[in-house]
């Protein structure tokens, strides 16, 4: 008769087991706070120890019938340390009295074959992984744990929501605090490619709306081309109701205006002008004496 597996390690195992599968269909840890998860760890919990309390008193029934040596060697046996037990169980090599035991009655070329267990910890990791397996797939195929396309969306959402936070409370820029920056260019670039080039046209060679690479400015409401542009887009123009505030409407925030004014200065005074002749639009309005 060998000594029974402790109580405590299985509820411990039956602990780890219950925060994989939760884990696996919840793919976070607000479980801690379903009922589910506490109901099922107290109701199993309550069958292991009603499992050992059965072991208990067949085990006493089974000692009974064992003779004094036989009662001594388990008691001897009970009363190592169970970490202990176990571990030499997976690694004690068998005597040469207990070989004889499982020696099979054939061999080849002077080897003779041992019919040895497995090692509990092998037996252990092979049946766990097989049950794994079994409710991994149940899970993949019948339930949305490791959609790819579902956990897409739900990091999806919560980026949005992320930065929507940000956005409410990071410092806008205003006419009065805008700066041109290097760094913004190319962010700057991609807005106007979003909001303004239907109407501007690629690099903002002018269209509907006319050239913004030339000196020729219909509205000059500030002193620098950044700040004009800054103001225009935050307000809009007051000659042509197509040209909206993007800023006042909400469509672009202070910072995005201060990454536009910034493309737009870029393509104005650190690039040649797009000429008529190489496919900008004509001038229009007057030239701007734009302070430095």
Known sequence: MKPRTPVFVNILTIIVLLLVLFYMFVQDFSFFKSPYFWGTLVISSVLALIHDSLGDLIENLKFKALSEEEKTAYLAEKRKPYLKTLFQSAVKKQSQTEEKDLLIDHGFDGIMELDNQLPKWWLGLFYL???YCI????????????????EYDKEY???????????KTVPQATLETAKFKEDNIEE?????????????????????????????WINIKEKTVFKNVFWMVQNGSPNNPAMVGFGKNGILTGNDIEKVAAYIYHINQQQPPITPAQGGAEPKGTVAQWEK
């Not at 409710?135 to 579902?150: R, V």
């Open 157 to 167: 959402a919560n980026q949005v929501a992320q930065i929507d936070q940000y956005m």
């Open 129 to 131: 992984g097989t049950a």
């Open 188 to 216: 700057g670039k991609a807005i106007f490619q979003t909001n303004c080039v239907s109407c501007h046209m690629d690099g903002a060679r002018g269209g509907v709306g006319p050239n913004l690479t030339d000196d020729h």
């Open 135 to 150: 409710i991994y797939l149940i899970s993949y195929f019948f339930t949305d744990f490791a959609d790819p396309i579902k």
